[in-house]
C-alpha cells in the first residue's frame, strides 16, 4: 500500500543505534518479550515525566537501563528515593542486578516523541487539533529545527468520517541517510475515538561532525569571524609587499632622506626645493687656446 519505510529503522547502524543492545543464542523470545513488558511498563508508570525513550543493554546477568526524560527530577525524587524504589521492584520481577541511567532531554520542542505525547494530551482536553498542531510547529521552529511535519489522523472534531490533516514546516529529506530525522508517534484517548499523532523533526546533517569526532579535527570557525578575519586583513598596511617611493632630485643630491617609522605609510615629499642642472664639464686649456688662434682641432 503505502510503502512507507521508518525513519529511525532505516537508518539503523549508520548514525542510529540499537535501543536495545544484547546477544542470546537461547532465550531469545524469553529476553525480547522481558524487554518489551519492561519499556511497556516503565512508561506507563513514568507518563507524567515525559519520557522520549527506553535503552536496555544486558552485560553478562546485569540489565542496565537507560532512560531520557524531559523532568528527570520526577523519577529520582526526594533524595534518590523514587530511583532507588524503581530499582528494587525491576530487581525483583526480573532476577537481575538492575542499575538505572537518567539522561536529560535539553530541548523537549525538539523531541519527536515529546511532541507527539503533547499534542496527544493537548487533544485529550478538547483543544483544537489545528492550535496543538500550529503551536508545535511554531515551537520547533523557535527553538533551531531545519523542519517539522505533523500528521494527526481519525475524528477529528468528533467528526463522522475519520480523515487525516498535516503541517509541513521547512525542509524534511526523509530519502537521505546523513540527515538526522527523529520520528515520533502517541495516541490520544478522545470520547470520540483514538486519534493517532505522528512528527517527524529534521534537526540537520551529522555526517561531517561524526567524521570530525572520529578524525580529531578542530570545529570550523563561524562565518562571521572568518568574515572579520578576513577584513582585518585587507584593511591591514602591505609594507612588504608595497613598491619603494620615488627618489627625487633633492635626495640625489643631498643624501636620503630620513624614513617614516614602520607602522606609518611613505608619504611623498611636499615643497622640496629641485637642485640646479648639471652643467657639462669645462673644455681643457689647450682648447681653448687652438680656438683664440683660429686654428682647427686635430683628431
Given amino acids: 500500500m503505502g510503502q512507507k519505510v521508518h525513519p529511525y529503522g532505516f537508518r539503523l547502524g549508520f ?23 519492561l519499556k511497556e ?29 524531559s523532568r528527570p527530577g520526577i523519577i529520582i525524587g526526594r533524595k534518590g528515593a523514587e530511583i532507588e524504589k524503581l530499582k528494587q521492584e525491576l530487581a525483583r520481577k526480573t532476577k537481575r542486578d538492575v542499575s538505572i541511567d537518567i539522561q536529560e532531554v535539553g530541548r523537549p520542542e525538539l ?46 472534531n468528533g467528526a463522522e468520517i475519520a480523515r487525516s490533516e498535516w503541517y509541513l514546516q521547512g ?37 561531517e561532525a561524526r567524521r570530525r569526532s572520529l578524525s580529531g579535527e578542530p570545529e570550523p570557525r563561524p562565518r562571521r569571524e572568518r568574515r572579520d578575519r578576513d577584513r582585518d586583513r585587507d584593511r591591514a598596511p602591505r609594507l612588504e609587499h608595497s613598491a619603494p617611493p620615488p627618489v627625487t632630485a633633492a635626495e640625489t643630491h643631498a643624501g636620503p632622506a630620513v624614513q617614516p617609522p614602520p607602522g606609518d605609510l611613505p608619504q611623498p615629499a611636499r615643497n622640496v626645493p629641485l637642485a640646479p642642472p648639471l652643467m657639462p664639464p669645462a673644455a681643457p686649456a689647450w682648447k ?12
Fill in 111 to 156: 523531541d519527536a516523541q515529546l511532541v507527539s505525547e503533547s499534542i496527544a494530551l493537548q487533544l485529550e482536553k478538547r483543544v483544537a487539533f489545528r492550535r496543538a498542531m500550529r503551536k508545535a510547529v511554531d515551537s520547533a521552529l523557535r527553538f533551531g529545527c531545519k523542519g517539522i511535519k505533523v500528521r494527526v489522523s481519525g475524528r477529528l
Fill in 15 to 37: 548514525n542510529k543505534t540499537w535501543r536495545s543492545r544484547w546477544f542470546a543464542k537461547q532465550d531469545y523470545p524469553k529476553l525480547l518479550r522481558e524487554d518489551l513488558e
Fill in 288 to 299: 681653448q687656446d687652438l680656438k683664440e688662434d683660429g686654428g682647427e682641432e686635430k683628431q
Fill in 41 to 69: 511498563t516503565l512508561r506507563e508508570r513514568l507518563k507524567a515525566a515525559g519520557v522520549s525513550n527506553v535503552e536496555v543493554d544486558r552485560p553478562g546477568n546485569k540489565l542496565r537501563i537507560t532512560i531520557r526524560t
Fill in 171 to 207: 525542509q524534511l529529506p526523509l530519502h537521505t541517510l546523513r540527515a538526522d530525522i527523529d520520528f515520533g508517534f502517541a495516541q490520544a484517548y478522545t470520547t470520540y475515538g483514538v486519534i493517532g499523532i505522528k512528527t517527524w523533526i529534521y534537526r540537520g546533517e551529522i555526517l
